[in-house]
């Protein structure tokens, strides 16, 4: 726009925001020195300025505004864009993780009081920058590992697992170098306290039967970090995939256990007399028969010693079924650090929807105040202070609102970290930017096709029913087994010692017709494996959309928050300039109301921008996974 200058960046250290509508306002602001502070550079005279041109857009002669006194009137302050006001300046650090898992070695930082942010990608405002210079622009000012206890970038590593060592199917090559990712130091992750009240009842059967034993009574706050330390330790669906991983193992051990013979031995004792003996006693032409007491025990062992490759087909079954399952704890992981983070950032917005549905309602009780005193002065009208009782309640109404969606947003969040019934969680973490993403789209994706667990979970699935083809088509072929025995005989009280025998001989068989049901069961898993190819490539198709998807967006929400930042400061100064109109009689009610809602939907816009950049670079993360950023 002609005759407005716009100079803004939101690090701290580096922010200043000088905003010039009119040209008179213009020839002013050169002579300006910006001052620096830990949040943003501001301007200890705006004030004054910025108050005495506005007295140019005033008649000189006195107005009927005269007629009140300044302690009739609400006294105005133009705030500072200090980091008080806006928590969101500032940037977490990201230099470690917790877990070993999820770094971003080096995002951030500033060189010197001023210079400007560089992002890589297109700025509105500061332009394009190379991603070479965008990591110069950005160095290492913030705090140490010891203090990086809170934000996604330096928690995420903490739910992940070891990676499964599946088999990789590379893609196709695209004729580039892709730039190798350094090698970071993590920070333990004992490093994350929880309270002993957060953990809840091992009991996983109990349930409360009392309504005091459900009564909310505790605000607890806790940072991102301990949250995902929570799903690590108290998630349900994560204890699911575990305790599916330990079954796919016992199956394996099952499988396995094919490899070695097996041993059985028996033994038995017995005593009785023949019934003919018996008979014959009776009818007088045998003597009578004493009862005999025998034993008798017997030891095999059988081996299979070939078995047309259905063993091996078995084993390997399980063991790529115990990599399937390493590979769904890993995607659960993420899942829920991904899950969490969101539910995270959507309580963090609900508290500031309800902050600014605060200020809202502080505003608009301000313009009451201001027309009910123009009305008695008898410069006002009623219709001014009707209206300004309506933009009140309307305000109320939002606020009342805003709240609900609060006490939502936690329940949601208790719910899934499963805390104790009587906790109620609370954001402890300021809403402020969780990091910067440093690669470049083409890296993020060629890491995303390397570690994203649900691809090479298409690739174990392939190998599974690749080894049930084989074991059914090994029914058809022959089995030989090794048997072997030996055997004892004692009849008790017959004057002879034990006796014993032994066996030893191989078994053969061989299936001659089934009626085609092997070649039917292998044709099944045959057609298994082209399902799994054929989800590897739409797998591989959806990871790529996510990742241009997420890119974009944390991108996008960058670049709003640089437009955000400035357009508060914009909506502050315009709501100071329509009452101080008001107050002076040039200004109507109705501007001062539509100042109000531009600055309550600037506030939202602001945080919704930090947010929603947080929410895209979670998700980014999720695409690409915290393993490719832990090597």
Not at 586 to 612: K, M
């Amino acid at each position: 726009m002609k005759g407005q200058y716009l100079f803004y960046s939101f690090l701290p250290g580096v922010t200043a925001a000088v905003l010039t509508t009119q040209t008179a306002l213009a020839t002013t602001v050169n002579g300006i020195p910006i001052a620096s502070s830990s949040g943003v550079l501001t301007f200890p005279d705006s004030q004054t300025w910025l108050g005495a041109n506005i007295n140019t857009q005033m008649p000189d002669s006195k107005s009927p505004g005269d007629l009140l006194s300044e302690s009739q009137l609400t006294r105005l302050e133009l705030h500072s864009s200090s980091s008080k006001n806006n928590p969101a300046i500032s940037i977490q650090p990201t230099a470690t993780g917790i877990g070993n898992k999820f770094p971003v070695p080096n995002l951030l930082g500033v060189r010197g009081s001023t210079t400007l942010l560089g992002v890589h990608g297109c700025s509105a405002i500061s332009g394009c920058l190379p991603p070479s210079r965008s990591r110069n622009l950005i160095a290492g000012s913030y705090p140490s590992a010891s203090n990086t206890n809170s934000g996604l970038v330096n928690t995420a590593g903490i739910l992940t697992f070891p990676s499964p060592q599946t088999e990789y199917v590379a893609p196709a090559t695209t004729g580039e170098n892709i730039t190798p990712v350094e090698k970071v130091e993590f920070a333990p992750t004992n490093g994350v306290e929880i309270p002993d009240y957060l953990t809840p009842s091992p009991n996983l059967l109990q349930f409360p039967t009392k309504p005091e034993e459900v009564r909310l009574e505790t605000n607890q706050p806790i940072s991102l970090a301990q949250a995902l330390e929570l799903a690590r330790r108290n998630n349900r669906d994560l204890q699911v995939s575990i305790l599916e991983l330990e079954r796919a193992q016992a199956a394996l051990r099952q499988e396995q256990a094919a490899l070695l013979p097996n041993l059985g031995l028996t033994a038995d004792v017995s005593r009785g007399r023949s019934a003919g003996d018996q008979l014959g006693f009776k009818r007088g032409q045998r003597p009578e028969p004493e009862a005999n007491t025998n034993f008798t025990g017997e030891a095999q062992l059988s081996y299979d010693l070939f078995t047309s490759g259905r063993r091996q087909a078995t084993i390997k079954q399980a063991e790529e079924q115990v990599r399937l399952s390493e590979l769904a704890v890993e995607r659960q992981s993420e899942e829920i650090r991904l899950n969490v983070a969101t539910e995270y950032y959507n309580l963090q917005q609900a508290d500031e929807r309800v902050r600014i549905a605060q200020s809202a309602v502080e505003n608009s009780q301000a313009s009451l105040r201001d027309a009910q005193a123009l009305e008695r002065a008898g410069v006002g009208t009623r219709f001014d202070v009707l209206q300004s009782q309506v933009n009140l309640a309307n305000s109320q109404q939002e606020l009342t609102n805003a709240r609900s969606q609060q006490e939502i947003a936690r329940r949601i969040l208790a719910t899934r970290l499963s805390v104790p019934q009587s906790i109620n969680l609370t954001a402890a973490d300021p809403v402020q930017l969780a990091g910067l993403w440093n690669k470049d789209l083409e890296t993020s994706i060629i890491l995303a096709f390397q570690n994203r667990p649900e691809l090479q979970q298409q690739l174990a699935q392939r190998n599974i029913s690749e080894q049930q083809r084989r074991g059914a088509l090994a029914a058809l072929g022959p089995q030989v087994s090794f048997i072997a025995s030996y055997n004892l005989l004692d009849q008790f009280d017959d004057g002879v010692s034990v006796t014993d025998g032994y066996s030893v001989g191989v078994r053969a068989s061989l299936n001659l017709y089934d009626g085609g049901a092997a070649r039917a069961r292998a044709a099944q898993a045959q057609t298994n494996v082209a399902i799994a190819e054929t989800l590897f490539s739409e797998q591989r198709n959806q990871i790529r959309f996510q990742v241009e998807q997420a890119f974009s967006t944390q991108r996008a929400s960058l670049e709003n928050v640089q437009t955000a930042n400035a357009a508060l400061e914009q909506a502050r100064e315009a709501l100071r300039l329509a009452r101080l109109r008001f107050q002076a009689g040039v200004g109507t009610q109705t501007d001062v109301i539509n100042s109000e809602n531009d600055l309550t939907r600037a506030e939202g816009n602001r945080i919704t921008a930090i947010l929603d950049y947080n929410r895209a670079l979670a998700q980014l993360q999720r695409a690409v996974t915290t393993r490719a950023l832990a090597e």
